[in-house]
């Protein structure tokens, strides 16, 4: 139940050598994990969400595996902020090769004839028009070197069950988005996908099954147990194993591969 750590990698060698790859949403966990794959993939990593701190500490790693790291500060529900960062990203690096779009929000996790509207229209502004705004900013530059946008959804898309309602909206309206964008932007030589994880094995999921653990009387041990024991391979993916699948589909070894969603759930849901 540990995080890996990424290997070191040469400069200039692995999947994203020498690239250019903007992350928006880098938080402790997932997003943290994909900076650092893509760095040990060789590729220089653009770092955007609100907190300036925790981009500072994620870009620190970077640097430390010996490639450059910009840090941006970006509310992407606004669209001067989402502009300020295509120019800076530009003018710092002259490129872009990859977008990592990975902009969470916690769900609301009741049912939806309980939830506030408000709510769900906030979700929808940041996981889908927040997401539409990056990717609008960045297609000139992405255009010009043939790139490849990588969008984050989730296991939800595969289930209804219950409190997940709001988050299902939001992370469904993403997916038809990320389709209909590959084929619009496909004659541009861009490529579009999405990694639709499952329970991610991080701080934030430790917490809650704590939580749960606390509620019941039973150990974290046995909450993870209960809740791996429904996947084929009866343990849940940690957040290096999710960025590695987004390193490959940003690769060239993806390169004929558009429109399409990739499970990371160790077998919890098959498509």
Not at 90 to 109: H, K, Q
Not at 157 to 171: D, L, N, T, V
Not at 233 to 243: H, Q, V
Request: with cysteine; net charge negative.
């Amino acid at each position: 139940m540990t995080t890996q750590t990424p290997q070191t990698s040469m400069h200039g060698t692995g999947l994203l050598a020498d690239r250019v790859v903007v992350v928006s949403g880098v938080g402790p966990g997932l997003g943290r994990a994909i900076c650092l794959r893509a760095a040990a993939a060789g590729a220089d990593v653009v770092v955007a969400a609100r907190t300036r701190e925790r981009l500072e500490s994620v870009a620190a790693e970077v640097t430390a595996l010996g490639r450059r790291a910009l840090v941006v500060p970006t509310d992407i529900t606004d669209h001067d902020a989402v502009d300020a960062l295509a120019e800076r990203v530009l003018a710092e690096f002259g490129r872009v090769d990859v977008l990592v779009n990975n902009a969470f929000s916690v769900p609301s996790m009741k049912a939806l004839g309980r939830t506030d509207f408000g709510q769900i229209s906030d979700s929808l502004d940041l996981t889908v028009l927040g997401t539409l705004r990056v990717i609008k900013a960045f297609t000139p530059a992405l255009a010009e070197s043939d790139g490849a946008i990588v969008n984050l959804s989730s296991m939800v898309i595969r289930h209804s069950e219950p409190r997940y309602g709001s988050y299902k909206i939001a992370k469904s309206a993403l997916l038809a988005m990320s389709q209909s964008l590959a084929t619009e932007l496909g004659e541009q030589g861009i490529r579009i996908n999405s990694v639709a994880p499952g329970y991610i094995w991080d701080d934030q999921l430790k917490w809650y099954f704590g939580e749960i653990a606390k509620k019941y009387g039973i150990t974290v041990e046995q909450v993870y147990e209960q809740t791996a024991s429904r996947s084929d391979l009866k343990r849940l993916p940690e957040p290096d194993e999710i960025a590695d699948v987004i390193v490959f589909l940003a690769s060239d070894l993806a390169r004929s591969v558009t429109g399409q969603t990739l499970d990371v759930n160790c077998g919890e849901y098959h498509a």
